[in-house]
């Protein structure tokens, strides 16, 4: 028994030894996750890489879903370091990284809206979130307690003032944290204006999250990737069409697409730094602690993407269109970027 326990750690020891090697093989940070942290994490690693000594990191644009199942794959070279994401870790995610010898820490980096926008050229949108509901959810109520299929074809079938257009709605596929948030920060809240809705989410909360965050397939609602420039491409070449996508591609498009209104407040900077546009939300990076010392470069890196010519008020970040954080907040998420504690749920 005792021979068998020494040969076990023998070749625990060995396989730990062999995956350090192997991490260490590579010299360039690897980055996965949201596409709308994306061009926030590659402006950074742009400038790292012009102004370090380390090579400049690879951000590959997968989706948050996507992004945990790579990152939450294992440790070793060929996983990824740090993971963007456009919403938290989940539960699940978090558990199967654990699982797999993977700790974490997670880094609020600032704020965000999620747009709903159309070409220059289209007609103006001025939306309710339950407008946003009735549009887009797969089943509605019937008027007679029960629910049906979705049957409204045009804006207008859902309210005569608004535009009388066919709904036809560009947005991420499941895998994308945009659309976690989008299902939970409009359709679920849009749902509980109705009260037949509200009702449910009191007595059955399952099914009410089955109704509100069901979104039709009926070719209403169309599933555009996680490239979220491609969907700024399809806006104008359909100008009725609506998009989905995080602000800062609003922001860097704003010669081409417009922002619609909801419940009465536009996207801008402004208005997501200070709440008043409902569709905000927080993002993070997610830093693999067990990478940290074996592939150069990850607290160095991290320590540029949370220094105030970053990610301050007057940061290149902003120019991009995150929304910093409060003062008290990124001095603290500063400090967990420099200690790197472990996250626990």
């Given amino acids: 028994m005792k021979f068998i326990n020494l040969t076990m750690v023998a070749a625990m020891t060995a396989a730990t030894l062999a995956t350090a090697g192997a991490a260490n093989a590579r010299d360039q940070i690897q980055m996965v996750g949201s596409s709308t942290v994306f061009p926030f994490s590659t402006a950074v690693a742009e400038k790292f890489g012009s102004s370090s000594k380390f090579p400049t990191p690879v951000v590959e644009s997968t989706g948050t879903g996507g992004g945990f199942k790579l990152f939450c794959a294992g440790v070793g070279e060929d996983t990824p370091d740090i993971q963007d994401a ?37 007609p103006a949108f001025s939306l309710r979130a339950k407008e946003i509901y009735l549009a887009l959810a797969a089943q509605v109520p019937n008027g007679n307690g029960g629910f049906m299929a979705n049957p409204n074809k045009k804006w207008s079938d859902i309210d005569p003032s608004l535009p009388d257009v066919a709904i036809s709605v560009y947005g991420p596929p499941p895998t994308s944290g945009t659309r976690d948030a989008f299902v939970e920060l409009a359709m679920e809240e849009g749902a509980k204006a109705i009260d037949q809705l509200a009702d449910l989410k009191k007595d059955d909360k399952k099914k009410f999250a089955a109704i509100a965050g069901g979104i039709r397939e009926d070719g209403v609602y169309i599933e555009a990737g996680e490239n979220d420039n491609l969907i700024v491409q399809k806006l104008e070449a359909s100008p009725d069409s609506v998009g989905i996508f995080g602000y800062s591609y609003l922001e860097q498009n704003g010669d ?41 470069g990850i607290k160095e890196y991290l320590a540029e993407y949370t220094s105030d010519k970053a990610w301050g008020p007057e940061g290149y970040l902003s120019e991009k269109g995150l929304i910093p954080l409060p003062d008290d907040m990124r001095a603290e998420m500063a400090k967990t970027a420099a200690d790197l504690p472990e996250l626990k749920m």
């Fill in 86 to 122: 456009s919403r938290a870790v989940k539960s699940s995610e978090f558990e199967t990284c654990a699982s797999n010898g993977i700790t974490m820490t997670e880094i609020k980096i600032g704020f965000d809206g999620i747009v709903m926008a159309n070409a220059k050229a289209g």
């Fill in 256 to 296: 081409k697409i417009k922002g619609a209104a909801v419940d009465g407040h536009k996207p801008t900077f402004e208005t997501i730094a200070d709440g008043s546009y409902e569709l905000s939300r927080p993002l993070f990076i997610y830093v693999k602690r067990e990478h940290v010392g074996v592939i150069p």
